[in-house]
């Protein structure tokens, strides 16, 4: 059948993307910035996260951030309320971002005056996770409201993420959340990997997302 | 870069998968068969939903289901507990369903022995929409939990659907969920889709669904 060619042209495509990553990941580095995505379903919470994030976060540390959608910019004027520059990439029909379009977003933004990046990814938790994008931290979120056995239906994805988020906290108790088997079927998928559990809205689990990022950038770059 | 190339290869595997759901969509009303596919971003509640949707229908009318994910096999054990016959379809890293894959689950069934065959994707708001599946009406649904702009953000989706279901509406209160918006949003990206609003949970809705979907079947199909 079709799959073949698809294999094929989606292999070649990959390595560009993985190369053009590389050199992301280094112009990072040589600027001392900490580079960190976000990756979810549609209707996670990235957003509302990462305004609270970047509003919280400016009182330290020189933040911006990039988001992508398919299409509107509703989530950079979201984001902007924090007072950080944002960015908006639309990937018209594509469902997820690449290094490409992240390598061209951020001509906006002067690297060396930045500490932290983050970057929103379209709300998919199939596309996105073949995508090296440069970052230093993938996190991957769900919800508390979409079901525990969604580590084990997108096992990818959790695969190549280096944090989990549990978001949504406050609706935990309305939705009979099951937190530990949420957690397990994280770890069958990905044994060790980091779960926090937050609530953009009521602020728990903030501070300690914000240390773990924090603590996540290497002493170089915080020194620098 | 890799557009043009990619561009190609997709309008191919379209075109292929076009042929192949056109014949499938022959093949369902030769057999009377009405066919009704779900979708939504992972988690808004298709399975909960086609569950209960299931249960209530079997009563009167010989039901079945087709349920796609990555990996596992849990909705189709959840959607057997219906009573109705159910197959899984594991697509791997594929974010959709496509007609070849409809077509290969069909022989687990005799499509002249059923009134109305299920078929729930993959949980993704992206790729589902460029793949017709023979079927006679898509759901597109969307929970109250998920964000009010979702149709402005995923709007092929929307444009390709029949009907739109908002979901999980137990939940309405407890996230200050603004129907009108997210209808006013709809209907911005699909003027007149038909909107309705279920909670699989309790049980509201439940019967203005059924009545939808049995009065979309053609009165020639109700009549076989």
């Known amino acids: 059948m079709t799959e073949p060619r698809i294999v094929e042209v989606r292999r070649k495509i990959l390595k560009e993307n993985d190369v053009l990553a590389h050199s992301l990941r280094d112009r990072f580095q040589r600027s001392g910035l900490y580079v960190v995505s976000f990756v979810s379903s549609p209707g996670t919470g990235k957003t509302a996260l990462l305004e609270r994030l970047l509003t919280e976060m400016r009182a330290e540390y020189r933040v911006a951030a990039l988001v992508g959608d398919l299409a509107t910019e509703n989530d950079a004027i979201r984001l902007a309320r924090s007072g950080a520059p944002v960015k908006q990439i639309s990937t018209g029909t594509i469902c997820h971002l690449d290094a490409g ?100 809205r009521s602020g728990v689990g903030m501070k300690e997302l914000r240390q773990f990022i924090v603590h996540s950038r290497p002493l170089s770059a915080r020194a620098g």
């Open 101 to 200: 379009m992240v390598d061209r977003a951020l001509s906006e933004f002067k690297l060396d005056e930045l500490d932290f990046l983050f970057i929103e990814n379209v709300g998919n938790l199939v596309c996105p996770s073949s995508f090296d994008l440069g970052e230093n931290l993938r996190v991957v979120l769900v919800s508390t409201t979409e079901g525990e056995d969604k580590p084990l239906k997108y096992p990818t994805i959790f695969n190549t993420a280096d944090l989990a988020i549990i978001t949504k906290s406050d609706l935990a108790q309305a939705v009979d959340f099951q937190r530990e088997f949420l957690i397990a079927n994280v770890h069958a998928v990905r044994p060790n990997l980091p779960v926090l559990e937050v609530s953009a």
